[in-house]
């Protein structure tokens, strides 16, 4: 039996790596002539990912792991507060001659005829300069693509403009006709990054320069959920687009780290809510707040009267509570009384078990930062959302959630509103409301689209069908 080895190269963020890792764990258990070697780079903000590694070291014996060198210059971090995206290139490029390394020695160590061959590599789209490597030592590249298929439609188009326009988007430019949405895309909804001066858009141009270059594209998306965006893609001068989700952590294995907060507790109180009758807010692995943003949450909450989880992380990434000292208390930032109020209303948290707790019957709605991990997330477990984008490519995802789809309630928030701008307590009590009492055509269509979402990943699904087409590109049939 033919067998063949992947190297996959995720960017070192949580919600880039385990969704390879689970892609990996996909592949190898649909295919049994699969083996996956994961690079892992320093991890830039998932300090989790060594307890997850190991276990699954443990019960996934064709999946390993290479810890690669730590770079010696990492780039200064000054450069990551001016742009994030420009950060991370440079920070991913210094590892190009590691990952080199690293694939040169996987390569010689099956010298004999008997050994897996490494059959090419699987890049994050941070990872795609290193498609020059796999180039170098005659391997084909595949993209896999951690986001959406209208994400995905923007950065295909980068190019084109850049060759005719040359710089970045200004926001009094007019709404833009993308290939990958139905409706024209205002610039106030993409990226912060391709605004950025200060290197970020250089950075998405230089890879998005990158993109038709694979040999692949693997979307974590469902052909029912992006058909015109997917549609798009048959253009003719796009590689062939394997549309392979929802990849998710079904069992929510890789985000329950033993410092986390203590996940029973939360499951407890869950068990002991009415049906449908909590509102969930979590933004993602890296979203904080100031204490005047939290404020205001913890108001708008009490406004609705409903019942919340609120998974409330103060901490920037320097460590600190903007607009406060370091270590203030949570009881000095909310407004007065409201811990003493919420009673056994709401539950705050620093850290939840997601994936449980949106899979709990309790759960009637969730206010999401719009990662797309989370989005799929809460369509697979039909709860409709309301969005609160914050960076990357989350304002897109959310535009594309209410005004494509129909599959979230709006809250109206600019994440490029700098300078102390906040979103009112009015605001949030009026989008909670709105997902939890009023909303029922977005429900009914969470519902469906969750339905299909389990359907394509099962066999004979859309995924499923698509994983099949990758599979035979990497392995022909003789
Ligand atoms: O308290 C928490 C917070 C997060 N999570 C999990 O963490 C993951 C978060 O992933 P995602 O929703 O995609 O958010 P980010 O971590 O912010 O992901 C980054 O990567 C995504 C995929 O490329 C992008 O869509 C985002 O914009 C980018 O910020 C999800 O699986 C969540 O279930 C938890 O389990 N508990």
Redesign the pocket.
């Known amino acids: 039996m033919k067998k063949a080895e992947l190297v996959f190269v995720p960017t070192p963020?949580?919600?880039?790596c385990?969704?390879a890792i689970e892609f990996a764990k996909r592949l190898i258990h649909t295919d049994d002539r699969f083996s996956v070697t994961i690079l892992q780079m320093r991890s830039l903000l998932n300090p989790h990912s060594d307890i997850y590694n190991k276990s699954l070291l443990a019960s996934e014996t064709r999946l390993h792991f290479i810890d690669l060198p730590p770079i010696d210059h990492p780039p200064p971090h000054d450069l990551f507060l001016k742009s994030t995206e420009h950060y991370i290139l440079l920070f991913i490029e210094s590892y190009i001659p590691h990952v080199k390394d690293a694939i040169t020695h996987l390569i010689s160590s099956r010298s004999s005829p008997d050994s897996v061959p490494l059959a090419g590599l699987v890049l994050d789209f941070f990872c795609l300069p290193m498609i020059d490597v796999a180039n170098q030592l005659g391997l084909p590249s595949y993209l896999y693509f951690?986001?959406g298929a209208g994400f995905l439609g923007l950065m295909l188009s980068l190019p084109t403009r850049h060759s005719q326009i040359g710089t970045e988007f200004e926001d009094s430019d007019p709404d833009l006709g993308l290939p990958s949405f139905v409706n024209p895309v205002p610039v106030r909804v993409l990226p912060e990054a391709v605004s950025n001066k200060h290197g970020g858009y250089a950075a998405y141009i230089k890879v998005a320069q990158r993109f038709r270059e694979a040999r692949g594209i693997i979307v974590n998306t469902f052909s029912e959920l992006e058909p015109y965006a997917v549609e798009s893609f048959a253009d003719g001068q796009t590689p062939p687009v394997y549309t392979v989700g929802p990849v998710l952590?079904l069992g929510?294995q890789a985000?329950s780290g033993s410092d986390r907060v203590d996940h029973s507790k939360i499951m407890e109180w869950l068990d002991a809510q009415p049906e449908s009758s909590v509102v969930f807010l979590?933004f993602?692995?890296?979203?904080t707040f100031d204490a005047p943003q939290v404020r205001e949450i913890a108001l708008g909450l009490e406004r609705s009267g409903h019942r919340f989880l609120w998974?409330l992380r103060l901490l920037r990434l320097d460590g600190k509570l903007r607009g406060s000292s370091d270590g203030t208390e949570l009881s000095e930032i909310l407004p007065e009384g409201f811990l003493d109020g919420i009673g056994e209303r709401g539950m705050i948290c620093g850290?939840?078990?997601?994936?449980e707790v949106l899979a709990h019957k309790a759960i009637g709605g969730f206010v999401s930062?719009c990662?797309?991990?989370?989005i799929l997330?809460s369509i697979w477990n039909s709860v409709p959302m309301a969005t609160w984008p914050m960076?990357?490519?989350?304002q897109l995802?959310a535009f594309g959630l209410v005004k494509e789809l129909g599959l979230a309630v709006e809250m109206r928030v600019d994440y490029r509103l700098r300078g102390g701008e906040v979103v009112i307590a009015e605001e949030i009590d009026g989008a909670i409301r709105c997902v939890m009492e009023h909303d029922s055509m977005v429900r009914k269509k969470v519902k469906e689209m969750g339905e299909m979402s389990r359907r394509a990943v099962m066999e004979g699904g859309s995924s499923s069908n698509s994983l099949g087409r990758l599979i035979a590109d990497i392995i022909p049939i003789d």
């Open positions: 963020a949580a919600g880039h385990i969704s951690t986001s952590d929510g985000h979590c993602g692995s890296m979203g998974a850290w939840a078990p997601q994936m930062h990662g797309w991990n989370s997330e960076y990357a490519e989350q995802n």
